[in-house]
């Protein structure tokens, strides 16, 4: 059974970096995309960004230009830069085993208990 642990997670003032870290354990081999999700508040969770074994990477548009996602095998890091209010949620990281890139959340089987990130004056 794959198994997620996220770290990073903090308190930042508007414009502050985080910097979360997803290692996982229970799994030898490569697993297929690695994922950051985020849940605010009363909302949905939403893919923040992806990333493959092979070097693809996708990120959502409104953070791309803040955000930064790199791997190295099984394990994942977000950089978090320019953090804004709207950035506050839970994040996620979440994996799959099958070869398909996805951004749907509920084609992840393996999930963490997320780190909070909370961006305030």
């Known amino acids: 059974q794959v198994q997620l642990v996220e770290s990073g997670g903090g308190l930042v003032e508007p414009g502050g970096s985080l910097r979360l870290s997803c290692t996982t354990s229970g799994h030898s081999s490569t697993l297929k995309s690695m994922a950051w999700f985020r849940q605010a508040s009363g909302k949905e969770r939403e893919y923040v960004s992806v990333?493959?074994?092979?070097?693809g990477r996708i990120i959502k548009l409104s953070v791309k230009d803040r955000f930064t996602i790199t791997r190295d095998n099984n394990t994942v890091w977000l950089q978090m830069n320019s953090l804004e209010p709207e950035d506050t949620a839970r994040y996620f990281c979440a994996a799959r085993l099958a070869e398909a890139t996805t951004t749907n959340p509920d084609d992840y089987p393996f999930w963490g208990r997320g780190t909070q990130v909370t961006v305030t004056a």
């Open positions: 990333a493959t074994p092979g070097g």
